[in-house]
């Protein structure tokens, strides 16, 4: 879920199917989030039936994708201010700060109510959000600006996420941190460097990712 920037968002259009292509961004503790148009028929369906699911793919560039893996999340959808989560998810989808500011469109956060996870061909499991979502403490809420900002302005810590990745060129930057890793992004490519276990303290991400603690996803 952390590793991809967009979901198939699954809404109830009087009683019909209805899916759709959407950005999302995930909450340090992987609530997705999204931010769509009132506009939307999506949106108009949310209005009507907040239950809803997203599909996030995990298949991109495999010979058979069935072998590949995702998930399914299903929860129910509400519109949320706050301007914590629009920034994180700006921070991570920056072409979305050219109509974030429009009156019609609002953050929503998808409460997560379970999750049903193909991990390759035969590898089927149903996941608990308990067994889903992180709790970490409050300083990655508090910190991630500031923490995102002094990274960025180190091309050492940079370079050392990039390499770390095997990733080509410069021009990357880092869009967000969270318990089990951080976001990486250049123009429409994006990465995504894992933690081997989740750190629940911002400090001890910024630590490891100093260290080269941290491992490729």
């Not at 953050?107 to 997560?112: A, D």
């Not at 959000?129 to 600006?145: I, K, M, Q, W, Y």
């Not at 996420?161 to 869009?175: E, K, N, P, Y």
Request: net charge negative; charged share 25%.
């Amino acid at each position: 879920m952390r590793a991809t920037d967009r979901a198939a968002l699954a809404t109830s259009q009087g009683g019909w199917p209805f899916a759709s292509l959407v950005l999302v961004a995930l909450d340090h503790d992987a609530s997705p989030l999204l931010l769509i148009s009132d506009l939307s028929e999506h949106a108009k369906n949310i209005k009507a039936e907040r239950r809803v699911s997203l599909l996030f793919d995990g298949t991109q560039g495999l010979d058979d994708p069935l072998t590949g893996p995702r998930v399914t999340v299903l929860g129910e959808a509400a519109p949320v201010e706050d301007s914590r989560l629009r920034d994180r998810f700006l921070a991570q989808h920056p072409a979305a700060e050219l109509y974030a500011g429009f009156a019609d469109f609002h953050l929503h956060r998808i409460g997560i109510t379970r999750a049903h996870l193909v991990a390759g061909f035969g590898r089927i499991h149903w996941v608990d959000t308990r067994d889903l979502l992180v709790t970490p403490d409050g300083s990655f809420a508090r910190e991630e600006a500031a923490t995102l900002a002094a990274v960025n302005a180190d091309a050492k810590m940079v370079d050392a996420a990039v390499q770390s990745l095997g990733l080509d060129g410069g021009g990357w930057r880092i869009t967000g941190i969270d318990p089990e890793g951080l976001d990486l992004r250049r123009a429409g490519s994006i990465a995504r460097l894992a933690v081997p276990v989740p750190s629940l303290a911002a400090e001890a991400l910024r630590t490891a990712l100093s260290s080269g603690e941290l491992s490729r996803s």
